[in-house]
C-alpha cells in the first residue's frame, strides 16, 4: 500500500497531474538548452517538497548531499532494466541539517533521482504605487520570496510552486501553480525574491461594496446599523506581460501631487488569474486622505442596514432574517454599488429578495444596485443561515 501510494504520488509529480491549472513556462524555458543533468527541479508544495536530479553511479561509492529532512521511503531511481543501487543516508539527528546519500555501486546506473523532503517555503508579495486620488497604478511590482531552510542548496534549480498540500492530491483538487527560474543556486539558510511582475502607469476602475455577511447576519434586535462603504481598485495586466498572481501581502503608498510618498498601509491581494483584473481594498480610514471631502465616496455614499425579522425554525439549527437596506447617494453623479453576502462557512441561501442576486463565486454573492444623485434605493432580502 505504502508503494501504491508514492508512486501514485511521483505520477502526479512528474507528469503535472497534480495541478489542472496551467504553468508559467517561459520563465524556465531556458533551461531547456542547458544540460538537464546538472538542473534541479523542485516542486515546493506548502506542506513538503519533490527534487528531482540526475546522477551517475560507478563502481566506486557516490555520496550527494542532501536535505537533513529527506524521507527514506520517497526515494526513486527512474531508469528502466537497470537494478538500483543500495543506499543509505548519513545525517545528523537534527533534520534541518544537511545529510548525504550515500550510494554504493550495483552496476552502472545513470538515471533521475528524485526525493521527498521539507524546509523549502515560499509565498508571494506585492507592492503598489498609487496617485493621490487612486485613479491610477504609478506602479505595481510582485516578488516571489524562497526559504530555503531545508539543510542543503541546490545549484541552477528550477522551481515549480503549488499552491496545495500533498495530502490534497488524491483528492482531485485543482491547484494553482507557478513555475520560476532561480537563475543562481539556491543557497541553504537563505531567502531569495523573485521578481514576478511589474506593471506601470494604467488606470483604475473603483468598484464601491458594502459587506453585510458576518455581524450582519446575527440578532441585531431591531437597531439600524450603518455600514462602512469599502472602495475596491482594480486594473488589467498588459498583453505582453500576463501572469497568474498568488495571494500575499501588499504595500500600499500614495505619491501626492507634490512627488511625495507616503506608506498607507498593509493589504491582501486575491489569488488571480493572468485573465482576470487585479484587484484590492483601499482601507476605509485611508479613503479620508483623498484631496478633499467633496472627492471622498465616504461623503457621497451611506448605507444603512435594519434586520426587520430574525427567527430561529424547529430544527433549531436553521436561521431566518429579513433585511431592508437602505443606499443613499448624497452626490451629483450616478453610482453603482455591490451589496456583498459572503456565505461564509456556513452556507447561507437567500430566499426571498427585491432585486436579482448574483453570484461572485462559490462563497459569495452580490446585489448590484445603482443609485441617482440625491437619492436613495432600498434592497430587501431574507437569508436562511444552517447553523454548525
Known amino acids: 500500500m505504502i508503494k501504491l501510494l508514492v508512486c501514485l504520488l511521483f505520477g502526479q509529480l512528474l507528469y503535472g497531474e497534480a495541478s489542472k491549472a496551467p504553468v508559467s513556462k517561459e520563465l524556465c524555458d531556458k533551461h531547456t538548452h542547458k544540460d538537464d543533468h546538472k538542473i534541479s527541479k523542485i516542486v515546493v508544495y506548502r506542506d513538503r517538497c519533490m527534487a528531482t536530479t540526475w546522477i551517475k553511479v560507478g563502481e566506486k561509492i557516490q555520496k550527494?548531499?542532501?536535505?537533513?529532512?529527506?524521507?527514506?521511503?520517497?526515494?526513486?531511481?527512474?531508469?528502466?532494466?537497470?537494478?538500483n543501487p543500495k543506499y543509505e543516508i548519513d545525517k545528523e539527528s537534527d533534520k534541518s541539517t544537511e545529510a548525504e546519500l550515500v550510494l554504493y555501486p550495483q552496476g552502472s546506473f545513470a538515471g533521475e533521482f528524485t526525493y521527498g523532503f521539507t524546509g523549502i517555503n515560499w509565498h508571494a508579495h506585492y507592492v503598489v504605487e498609487l496617485s493621490e486620488t487612486f485613479g491610477k497604478i504609478l506602479?505595481?511590482?510582485?516578488?516571489?520570496?524562497?526559504?530555503?531552510?531545508?539543510?542543503a542548496s541546490f545549484e541552477d534549480s528550477c522551481l515549480h510552486l503549488v499552491d496545495g498540500q500533498t495530502d490534497n492530491l488524491a483528492k482531485n483538487q485543482t491547484f494553482n501553480e507557478y513555475a520560476v527560474s532561480v537563475g543562481q543556486t539556491l543557497q541553504k539558510g537563505r531567502v531569495i525574491r523573485i521578481p514576478w511582475i511589474n506593471i506601470c502607469d494604467q488606470d483604475t476602475e473603483q468598484d464601491y461594496r458594502f459587506d453585510v455577511g458576518g455581524e450582519c447576519l446575527l440578532n441585531l434586535q431591531g437597531v439600524e446599523k450603518h455600514l462602512p462603504l469599502q472602495v475596491y481598485?482594480?486594473?488589467?495586466?498588459?498583453?505582453?506581460?500576463?501572469?497568474?498572481?498568488?495571494?500575499?501581502?501588499?504595500?500600499?503608498?500614495?505619491?501626492?501631487?507634490?512627488?511625495?510618498l507616503r506608506f498607507l498601509g498593509i493589504n491582501q491581494l486575491k489569488t488571480t488569474k493572468s485573465s482576470e483584473a487585479i484587484q484590492f481594498a483601499i482601507p476605509l480610514h485611508l479613503l479620508t486622505q483623498l484631496k478633499s471631502s467633496q472627492d471622498s465616496p465616504l461623503s457621497q455614499i451611506q448605507g444603512v442596514l435594519e434586520?426587520?425579522?430574525?427567527?430561529?425554525?424547529?430544527?433549531?439549527?436553521?436561521?431566518?432574517?429579513?433585511?431592508?437596506?437602505?443606499?443613499?447617494?448624497?452626490?451629483?453623479?450616478?453610482?453603482?454599488?455591490?451589496?456583498?453576502?459572503?456565505?461564509?462557512?456556513?452556507?447561507?441561501?437567500?430566499?426571498?429578495?427585491?432585486?436579482?442576486?448574483?453570484?461572485?463565486?462559490?462563497?459569495?454573492?452580490?446585489?448590484?444596485?445603482?443609485?441617482?444623485?440625491?437619492t436613495e434605493v432600498i434592497l430587501r432580502y431574507r437569508v436562511q443561515l444552517m447553523k454548525e
Not at 550527494?64 to 537494478?83: M, R, T
Not at 427567527?311 to 439549527?317: C, F, P, V, Y
Open 64 to 83: 550527494i548531499s542532501v536535505p537533513g529532512s529527506i524521507d527514506p521511503q520517497s526515494i526513486l531511481f527512474a531508469q528502466k532494466d537497470v537494478e
Open 139 to 151: 506602479n505595481f511590482s510582485g516578488f516571489i520570496s524562497v526559504d530555503n531552510q531545508s539543510g
Open 233 to 260: 481598485l482594480s486594473f488589467k495586466q498588459g498583453e505582453n506581460s500576463k501572469k497568474d498572481l498568488s495571494g500575499g501581502g501588499l504595500a500600499l503608498y500614495v505619491r501626492d501631487e507634490g512627488g511625495h
Open 307 to 374: 434586520q426587520t425579522e430574525f427567527k430561529t425554525l424547529i430544527t433549531e439549527k436553521l436561521e431566518e432574517a429579513a433585511y431592508r437596506f437602505t443606499i443613499r447617494n448624497f452626490g451629483d453623479k450616478e453610482v453603482a454599488v455591490k451589496v456583498m453576502l459572503p456565505r461564509g462557512d456556513n452556507l447561507v441561501k437567500v430566499v426571498r429578495e427585491s432585486n436579482e442576486h448574483k453570484s461572485e463565486s462559490d462563497r459569495s454573492v452580490y446585489w448590484h444596485i445603482r443609485v441617482a444623485p440625491k
